[in-house]
């Protein structure tokens, strides 16, 4: 028997829902729909548009996330795992479903359950009861804890609860347990990201050698096509590397008939033997400030950040230091990859000059998409970088300044997608890049959308496919000009540019 099981988009529109709509209205003693529509219009001014950016107290949609989804995200990225919530459920169902929309796959974190109890006589019994069962259960090799707001506002001590876990035998005293303090209330995502990363490579000690190894760091980086595409230049260079933190298997396994707990991650072999490397390059400068401070000071070996390498010159910049590094040849197979790039970026040339742009995202992305934009001979418009800093704009601005289609560009930080649609309205962009949260941009604005960044929750397989690298990039451009045809056929549908070539 197959029962039919109506799609929202058609049943909604059905008599028996639209009677049931206009009853809601009337019970809510709703405004009229030329009410509506006057105050819609009204937002879309100028005069709006200033009460919008002298708004303080509320924040519509964010283009940002809590600090222990990125704390989560760090601690994914390592062999056998577990990710540990000292907080309220609700916020890790938050977190899961956030990466599980995103990725499309389960993703393993657990929480201590805090509830009112917990927050007026403290969180330690949460934390021993909760770290006893998920170890009894799970078996993990490492747990990464971390704190959602509510540990954080009564002020629980991490590092107590966890010695007193060990002291109590609920779990074994040579378990790794790394913790980091992530107050959702400051920082966001790649704060968290970062604080639980250097709380990881804290376990590590006992320089004794050198080794030929780099290390690299890819950031809060949700594209494990990103990574794979790393580990495929390191290799075809003949590198050695330890990624830190590998989170390309943890979130696009295979499917095999057989649920894991833990797929991939680095594996701890190589997390301890990562402080012997000769070097360290992060590929997120803003998501990895603390822990290569971090690798410079405790572990005494160079470190630093290279721009995310989206674009030819980020990429030539990090091929280009691969090679000075270890010595190694640029391969030929890179130049070939490089001139394939070239060509399609000038092949697509005349669909993407001046075409001005709004980016969406979070710092590093950002910086890098600007490069790629103004190598396109686009124009970057209105940035938001919800989570950027002054430092981010200093950054951004000497990358705009540095382009003749850099020059007239908006730098929004702390702001948010609401205040990106006022300014949208009042000065249009032909393109958005960024998540999938813009598309009530898209909505509002009427302009298109390519879906680039974290989260991408509305479209499938994005995360598959690299965005960086000469390789990536080539995705990404075909992505960005495409959009824009499509664009080019929906207005020219009824008249007589609706050109089979283009
Ligand atoms: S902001 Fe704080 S309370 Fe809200 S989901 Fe994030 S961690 Fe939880």
């Known amino acids: 028997m197959s029962i039919e099981i109506k799609d929202h988009n058609k049943l909604f529109k059905e008599e028996e829902y639209l009677k049931q709509f206009e009853e809601k209205k009337v019970y809510e003693a709703a405004c009229s729909e030329e009410e509506v529509q006057k105050v819609l219009e009204w937002t879309k001014t100028k005069e709006y548009m200033e009460k919008n950016f002298s708004r303080?107290?509320?924040?519509?949609?964010?283009?940002?996330?809590?600090?222990?989804l990125g704390a989560i995200y760090a601690a994914l990225g390592f062999e056998n795992t577990l990710p540990f919530v000292h907080g309220s459920q609700g916020c890790v169902a938050y977190f899961r479903s956030y990466f599980s929309r995103h990725f499309k796959e389960p993703v393993a974190a657990v929480s201590s359950s805090m509830t009112e109890d917990a927050a007026v006589y403290g969180g330690l019994s949460n934390m021993l009861e909760g770290l006893e069962n998920a170890y009894a259960i799970y078996k993990p090799k490492m747990f990464a804890v971390s704190t959602t707001c509510m540990a954080e506002v009564i002020g629980d001590d991490l590092n107590a609860y966890i010695r007193a876990s060990k002291d109590k035998n609920k779990i074994p005293q040579e378990l790794l347990v790394p913790y980091a303090?992530?107050?959702?209330?400051?920082?966001?995502?790649?704060?968290?990201?970062?604080?639980?990363?250097?709380?990881?490579?804290?376990?590590?000690?006992?320089?004794?050698?050198?080794?030929?190894?780099?290390?690299?760091?890819?950031?809060?980086?949700?594209?494990?096509a990103n990574i794979r595409e790393i580990k495929r230049i390191i290799k075809v260079m003949g590198i050695g590397s330890i990624i830190l933190a590998d989170t390309s298997d943890s979130f696009d396994s295979p499917l095999t008939g057989e649920y894991k707990i833990y797929t991939g991650g680095t594996r701890l072999e190589d997390l301890f033997n990562a402080i012997h490397s000769k070097v360290t390059i992060s590929l997120m400068k803003y998501a990895s400030i603390k822990t290569i401070e971090f690798i410079k000071k405790e572990w005494v070996q160079e470190a630093f950040s290279l721009p995310?390498?989206?674009?030819?010159?980020?990429?030539?910049?990090?091929?280009?230091?691969?090679?000075?590094?270890?010595?190694?040849?640029i391969?030929?197979?890179?130049?070939?990859?490089?001139?394939?790039?070239?060509?399609?970026?000038?092949?697509?040339?005349?669909?993407?000059?001046?075409?001005?742009?709004?980016?969406?995202?979070?710092?590093?992305?950002?910086?890098?998409?600007?490069?790629?934009?103004?190598?396109?001979?686009?124009?970057?418009?209105?940035?938001?970088?919800?989570?950027?800093?002054?430092?981010?704009?200093?950054?951004?601005?000497?990358l705009l300044t540095s382009s003749e289609f850099g020059k007239e560009c908006n730098i929004f930080t702390g702001k948010d997608m609401?205040?990106?649609?006022?300014?949208?309205?009042?000065?249009?962009?032909?393109?958005?890049?960024?998540?999938?949260?813009?598309?009530?941009?898209?909505?509002?604005?009427?302009?298109?959308?390519?879906?680039?960044?974290f989260p991408i929750f509305d479209r499938h397989?994005?995360?598959?496919?690299?965005?960086?690298?000469?390789?990536?990039?080539?995705?990404?451009?075909?992505?960005?000009?495409?959009?824009?045809?499509?664009?080019?056929?929906?207005n020219s549908i009824s008249g007589p540019n609706f050109d089979l070539i283009r």
């Open 56 to 68: 303080q107290a509320v924040t519509i949609n964010p283009a940002k996330a809590c600090q222990p």
């Open 181 to 224: 303090h992530t107050p959702s209330f400051v920082g966001s995502h790649i704060v968290g990201y970062d604080n639980m990363l250097k709380s990881i490579l804290s376990l590590v000690k006992n320089k004794n050698q050198i080794s030929e190894t780099i290390n690299i760091i890819p950031g809060f980086e949700t594209y494990p």
């Open 308 to 329: 995310y390498p989206v674009g030819v010159r980020n990429t030539d910049l990090l091929i280009q230091t691969l090679s000075k590094i270890s010595g190694k040849p």
């Open 331 to 398: 391969p030929q197979e890179f130049e070939e990859e490089r001139g394939r790039l070239l060509d399609a970026m000038i092949d697509s040339q005349s669909y993407l000059h001046n075409k001005k742009v709004a980016l969406v995202g979070d710092p590093d992305l950002v910086l890098g998409l600007i490069n790629f934009c103004l190598e396109l001979g686009m124009k970057p418009k209105h940035i938001l970088c919800t989570n950027g800093d002054k430092d981010f704009e200093a950054d951004a601005e000497t």
């Open 418 to 453: 609401w205040h990106l649609r006022s300014a949208m309205f009042n000065d249009p962009c032909d393109l958005i890049l960024g998540p999938s949260q813009a598309k009530f941009l898209v909505r509002d604005t009427g302009t298109p959308l390519v879906r680039v960044g």
């Open 461 to 490: 397989h994005l995360h598959r496919f690299p965005i960086i690298g000469y390789y990536g990039t080539l995705n990404l451009l075909t992505y960005i000009v495409n959009t824009i045809l499509d664009e080019l056929d929906k």
